[in-house]
């Protein structure tokens, strides 16, 4: 370990020494006071599109309702310890479950709202949570086999769903926060204690990372990693300006928690709560937020429907107005990657085509306050975060996983590069394995996986070196680059290694392409399974004269749309070498969702999935 490692590590572990995330709240809130929290559209008539109007909580009315969630946990009979799982979706009373459990020093755990009864069941089944809080009737189907079987469960709160009859375990929300709200009444000194008793190196959460395979692992996050991962995400995001943030994506997602939960509780922000990430669009223009984060997969959709609309402009001289523009604002990020210098005569160019055009189409977009646009989850295709450059927006990659409380490396307003994901966070080690695989050490390293000692023994190694399952090389200046999962380097029988993410984003180029998997262990040559995108593609279908109304099966089958397709292949081959290019593809009659199980929570492929449901079509193409 450097000695710049060893200083600024010693100097967060100063910053942070003592802390818990109560404490670490309990500050947040004196300094906020009412400023708001947290927002959500929970019971805003939604019928007529994106509408007005947010419910709201202040910081101070925040931590006084975990108390009273904390206060009814206890009165339960919830032990220091104990689990309280949360299926629902971002919401307010989400937020304030998560916080009571943490003040009544239980271990909060949310769970992916999209778990088959069977994946809630083994979750449950392993996790054995005391308290469970259910937000709809969808969820209390998906935990009823979980629920009849479980003998640890001694309370199911419910928010907007009826309890079912005959069970005394289920309570609504309002009630089970009024009983904390009496309880606490009469026992603040003990639920104070209580509190205190909670050590920085006690579990705070339980994440069951959604996985790609096999049944979900419980990684255990201590309340020290956390505020160590807060602390060192904040040196290197460096807002300057309070925090307006959306949030998204699933609280059972190490990135969001991070980012819309942990965060926000240490630093103070206003936080604006989506429950359907389908009204994401909406929220930005709505919110303007000032820091933004999506997945690849979320900043791929922004940029093929702004293609799409560039795209259909017929005047050729606006057109090359645009392309001038963004060709400016490219080169204007490009220059301020670390080592660049920005020129006068380039400064002038890039305000003025700013002034113009660029700042009107982000503003456009919602995202003209945004100081701080970060990606992770998955490698963002260059391609990405070159047009969005061109838009003089610098979109932030960082690297991390759940086992280690989100980032380990990123990319920052004052060191980035584009292609990678940035160098370690301070204090932070990186190494790369013998085989090419990335390695991980510091504060932020998970204590393992919950009650699964031989693969934690896996994840962690004697040194302290988290195995990240990623293989990724590092330049000369520090800066990483993730290749792909060492387990999904595909080997062809030719003895080649071929990088399957790789290819698939030059797929996904092609606005017409939704998601896309490339094959090949053991054969050949490489092929690939292709989606269409279901915004786009009707729209590409009108412009050919395709009528109105075309399914996307039938849009999959259609000689124009088969000749696109064929073109978005033809330019991906065009940048592989000749064992990576595609020789056979298929372009399938549906679309890929996490509830088709295709895609995890987090909109990553589930690669063996696929292989199965598809497994007559990857054999056809090798016919």
Not at 162 to 167: I, K, L, R, Y
Not at 211 to 221: A, D, E, Q, R
Not at 531 to 557: F, K, M, R
Not at 601 to 623: F, I, N, S
Request: proline share 5%; glycine share 8%.
């Amino acid at each position: 370990m450097s000695t710049d490692t060893l200083t600024i590590r010693a100097e967060i572990e100063q910053e942070i020494a003592g802390l818990t995330l109560p404490i670490a709240l309990a500050r947040t809130a004196d300094a906020e006071g009412e400023r708001p929290a947290y927002s959500d559209k929970i019971g805003i008539d939604m019928s007529t599109g994106y509408a007005p109007g947010w419910r709201t909580i202040g910081w101070t009315e925040l931590r006084e309702r975990a108390l009273d969630v904390a206060g009814a946990l206890v009165a339960s009979g919830v032990a220091a310890g104990d689990r309280v799982a949360l299926m629902a979706s971002n919401r307010i009373e989400h937020v304030v479950a998560d916080l009571g459990a943490v003040h009544a020093a239980a271990v909060s755990m949310s769970v992916y709202n999209t778990l088959s009864p069977e994946q809630v069941a083994f979750v449950a089944g392993h996790a054995e949570p005391a308290v469970v809080v259910l937000e709809s009737a969808d969820h209390l189907a998906r935990w009823e086999r979980a629920l009849a079987a479980s003998t640890s469960v001694r309370r199911v709160v419910v928010i907007d769903a009826e309890a079912p009859a005959g069970d005394d375990r289920f309570v609504t929300w309002d009630a089970f926060v009024a009983e904390g709200a009496a309880w606490r009444a009469e026992h603040a000194a003990e639920l104070a204690e209580r509190t205190a008793s909670i050590a920085p190196d006690d579990a705070l959460t339980i994440l069951y990372t959604s996985g790609t395979t096999g049944n979900p692992k419980g990684v255990v996050l201590t309340h020290h990693a956390v505020l160590y991962e807060c602390a060192c995400s904040l040196r290197t995001a460096a807002p300057t300006q309070h925090n307006d943030f959306i949030s998204y994506l699933p609280f059972a997602h190490i990135a969001e928690r991070t980012l819309g939960m942990y965060i926000p509780q240490v630093n103070g922000a206003h936080i604006h709560l989506i429950a359907d990430p389908a009204l994401l669009l909406g929220a930005l223009g709505e919110v303007h937020p000032t820091r933004f984060f999506g997945v690849p997969r979320v900043w791929e959709k922004i940029k093929t429907g702004i293609s799409a609309k560039l795209a259909a402009e017929t005047d050729p001289e606006k057109k090359a107005q645009v392309e001038g523009a963004l060709a400016i604002g490219l080169e204007y990020v490009e220059a301020q990657q670390t080592g660049g210098t920005i020129s006068p005569e380039l400064e002038a160019r890039f305000q003025a085509a700013d002034a113009g055009l660029l700042a009107f189409l982000r503003a456009l977009l919602g995202l003209d306050r945004c100081e701080w646009a970060a990606s992770a989850a998955a490698p963002m295709p260059l391609e990405v975060a070159r047009f969005f450059a061109g838009l003089g927006m610098r979109i932030y990659d960082v690297y991390g996983m759940t086992e280690t409380c989100a980032a380990v490396t990123a990319c920052g307003p004052d060191d980035f590069r584009l292609g990678t994901v940035g160098r370690a966070l301070p204090g932070i080690e990186i190494a790369i394995a013998e085989d090419g695989e990335i390695l991980a050490r510091g504060p932020v390293a998970s204590k393992g996986y919950y009650q699964q000692e031989s693969a934690t023994a896996e994840l962690i190694d004697a040194d302290g070196w988290v195995h990240t399952g990623d293989i990724g090389e590092l330049d000369d200046d520090g800066f990483l680059k993730v290749v792909d999962r060492k387990k999904e380097i595909i080997v062809t029988s030719s003895g080649k290694n071929i990088a399957p993410s790789n290819i698939e984003n030059y797929l996904k180029e092609s606005p017409l392409v939704g998601h896309a998997l490339v094959f090949g262990e053991g054969r050949p040559y490489v092929v690939a399974v292709l989606t269409l995108d279901a915004e786009i593609a009707p729209l590409v279908g009108a412009q050919l004269g395709i009528p109105a109304g075309t399914s996307l099966a039938e849009l999959a089958e259609h000689p124009a749309i088969l000749a696109m397709a064929q073109q978005a292949v033809d330019a991906a081959n065009e940048r592989l070498s000749r064992p990576e290019q595609v020789k056979a593809w298929e372009l399938l009659p549906v679309e890929w969702t996490a509830e088709s199980e295709e895609l995890t929570p987090t909109l990553k492929l589930k690669r063996r999935v696929v292989h199965a449901k598809y497994a007559d079509v990857l054999e056809r193409l090798y016919g």
